[in-house]
């Protein structure tokens, strides 16, 4: 897991090339007005999925590990926390769906919260457990785009 803010974004493109492109994408588009819903970067190798949503309690989080994808999930607008775990922590308890890459899982231990505002990124890697849309405090309208890169 990585977490940090979009103006650092460069010191990631050693990552490689998809990492480059994925972040020319948040660089490049007007996120400020961009609408909701899939923008292929490189076909299936990299796409971004724009969201507005409402935070959810922490109560309601759902844990989920993707196999096939990073995940680079940034914050437009609003903040919203993420849990995030290690995944021998967890058991799985809706088995991992190959064409969503995703899987639901649980865990008796209590876990760590990063709270995530607008400007700032975090990647999950596959197998770092994640929570995504959280409330801070309140439930509160956020926007949000999650860049999937194939590994």
């Known amino acids: 897991m990585i977490f ?8 990631y493109f050693i990552l490689g090339e998809k990492f480059k492109k994925a972040f020319d994408f948040l ?5 400020k007005n961009i609408k909701e819903g899939r923008y292929e970067i490189m076909g299936n190798e990299i ?3 724009v969201q507005s949503l409402t935070t959810k309690q ?12 990073i995940d680079i999930q940034y ?9 995030y775990g290690i995944l021998e922590d967890f058991e799985e308890i809706i088995p991992y ?5 995703v899987a639901f899982l649980d865990t008796k231990k209590e876990y760590n919260y ?15 457990v994640h929570a995504p849309m959280l409330s ?8 949000k785009v999650i860049l999937k890169i194939k590994i």
């Open 47 to 49: 796409y971004a999925n």
């Open 75 to 83: 914050v437009i607008k609003g903040k919203e926390a993420m849990g």
């Open 4 to 11: 940090d803010r979009l103006n650092n974004s460069k010191q």
């Open 58 to 69: 922490k109560s309601e989080k759902k844990w989920e590990v993707h196999r096939d994808y």
């Open 114 to 128: 990063i709270n995530v505002a607008e400007g700032e990124f975090v990647i999950f890697y596959p197998n770092d």
């Open 27 to 31: 660089i490049n588009a007007d996120l």
């Open 136 to 143: 801070i405090t309140e439930a509160q309208d956020i926007k």
């Open 97 to 101: 769906d190959k064409e969503k890459d």
